[in-house]
């Protein structure tokens, strides 16, 4: 995926859309993904995403008929050289009568009914403006359906935040956006890490989830969309649904194989050049044997930095852990056999490395000098290189700036505190250019994240039960969990909306809420 979108995404939208966790918004959990993408910033410009589609569609769409006026031909010339500027400040008549105009073209280009002509009006009116306000409250209109219009910015559209509607509106949405793209080139949609769709008690989305990809093919034309299975979940897959999903979604079946032994060598050597060394080299030969066999690019990675921190630290090498035992789901899922017994050991033996390690790096004790593998060149790089920079299985927050840790007589506050220093400012600095991304936050969204969490992971250390809190048929309440556990009862509540009235109404109700189950 990461080569495909080496070579397309100078030209194509090529979106990686994360697993789903509530069965009753899948589609708008797609679309809110898929515009949250589009909003980003690329290159070097100030322009968007979403900015360069509706460009090269515009631009498309008035060039297919010879522009007839003045205006028109203006028009063109701003699109092709990229320069909104052309168009007139903010405000100004020029300004008005240029976007009036593109906003009559793209309306009598698209030819289909319900919210379609409204979607090209939002997504329209947050490329025209130029002010702040207007545009945040184009994208809150766009993202949530919350209307409380600034000024005229969202004339001509209507709210669309009731739930019944929400998924209707997310579907024609990602149509819009998907012709579109065909003015320039195709969307591509990737669906990974869906293995957590098999997981007990996530059957309704599941579900849910493999209708709206069926209704995407349908309703998005010429998009290319890509599920990335593990081959069980794709055997287990084809065991769950009929004919009419598998059709659809295997239109082509790529099977990729696993990498040879000789080629994950060559990954560990990739990750090993800034030693200066090789896995021939760090690792002995019945080492690297256990590093290359294992059953997955990432268990190599992880098994070679265990194996890499045994030698530089002491640190117990892990015992190999078998594979988890599966049992038949009643509901088509799959899940690992959990022996309480055999987690509580697990738990126990990962706390006494902990603590052995915390030891050591307490006594400030550093790199072992018991390899003797490498040349004295390798070594001495493999002090001052971290771990975590070379068998980083993830893409975070960067590792740069950590090395290991001072001993003898620099060994003091000081000596700590300036080798975190440049971690702390790179990692800063990672976290402010996120933090100007535009986030759609939904309170759904991060309801279900919480009931996931919960329900896949704290359900396992000890018992409890799940819920909501509901106040009569038609009242709106936050999205919430309700947490039942022996002792007590508690409530989680996210509210995430703009609109003032949406706000206090909902917080009315919550308070009554609470006043009725204290």
């Known amino acids: 995926m990461m080569r495909l979108a080496e070579e397309v995404l100078s030209s194509n939208r090529l979106l990686f859309i994360r697993q789903p966790n509530q069965a009753d918004s899948v589609l708008f959990h797609i679309y809110s993904r898929t515009l949250e993408s589009l909003m980003e910033e690329v290159g070097d410009g100030s322009h968007s995403q979403l900015d360069l589609l509706l460009i090269r569609s515009i631009r498309s769409i008035l060039s297919a008929g010879d522009p ?16 909104l500027d052309r168009l007139g400040q903010e405000g100004s008549r020029n300004h008005r009568e240029r976007w009036d105009r593109i906003e009559t073209r793209l309306l009598n280009w698209w030819t289909y009914s319900g919210f379609g002509p409204q979607i090209l009006r939002g997504l329209l009116r947050v490329f025209r403006h130029t002010d702040r306000r207007y545009r945040d409250s184009c994208r809150r209109w766009l993202a949530t359906g919350e209307y ?68 995407l093919f349908t309703h998005v034309p010429y998009a290319l969309i890509l599920n990335i299975f593990f081959p069980d979940r794709w055997q287990q897959f084809q065991h769950d649904f009929d004919g009419s999903i598998i059709d659809r979604v295997a239109q082509q079946v790529i099977q990729l194989e696993s990498p ?11 990750r090993l050049k800034p030693l200066e060394a090789t896995a021939l080299e760090l690792f002995s030969s019945a080492e690297l044997e256990s590093i290359t066999r294992q059953a997955s690019i ?40 959990q022996n309480f017994q055999q987690q509580w050991d697990h738990i126990l033996q990962h706390l006494e490395r902990l603590e052995k390690r915390v030891e050591r790096l307490e006594s400030g004790q550093t790199v072992s000098a018991g390899i003797d593998r490498t040349s004295s060149k390798s070594a001495a790089s493999r002090q001052n290189l971290d771990r975590n920079e070379i068998f980083n299985t993830e ?18 506050g000081t000596a700590y505190e300036e080798l975190f220093r440049p971690y702390r400012d790179s990692a800063l600095d990672t976290l402010r250019r996120r933090w100007k991304q535009p986030r759609i936050i939904d309170g759904s969204d991060d309801a279900g994240k919480l009931n996931q969490i919960i329900r896949l992971g704290y359900k396992k250390i000890r018992p409890l039960e799940l819920g909501n809190l509901r106040l009569g048929r038609n009242r709106r309440l936050p999205d919430n969990i309700l947490i039942k556990t022996p002792e007590a009862q508690r409530c989680i509540a996210f509210l995430h909306v703009a609109n003032g009235n949406s706000v206090g109404s909902r917080l009315r109700n919550l308070n009554t809420l609470v006043l009725d189950h204290p």
């Open 68 to 83: 007839s006026t003045k205006i028109e031909r203006e028009i063109l010339a701003a699109l092709n050289a990229e320069n």
């Open 148 to 215: 409380e219009p600034v000024g005229q910015e969202l004339e001509g559209l209507g709210p669309w935040s009731e739930e019944q509607r929400r998924e209707e509106f997310s579907l024609q949405a990602l149509q819009v956006i998907g012709r579109l793209c065909c003015l320039d080139k195709p969307l591509i949609l990737v669906f990974d890490q869906l293995e957590g769709l098999w997981d007990e008690g996530n059957h309704p989305v599941l579900l849910k989830f493999w209708e709206a990809i069926k209704e």
């Open 260 to 270: 040879r032994p000789d080629q994950i060598e060559k990954i560990l050597n990739l």
């Open 298 to 337: 990432r268990k190599c990675l992880n098994r070679a930095r265990a194996v890499f921190e045994h030698h530089v630290r002491q640190v117990p090498l892990p015992p190999p852990s078998p594979p988890p035992a599966v049992e038949s789901h009643p509901k088509g899922g799959l899940v690992a056999n």
């Open 395 to 412: 893409v975070g927050l960067p590792a740069a700036g950590l090395r290991e840790e001072p001993s003898g007589p620099e060994s003091n």
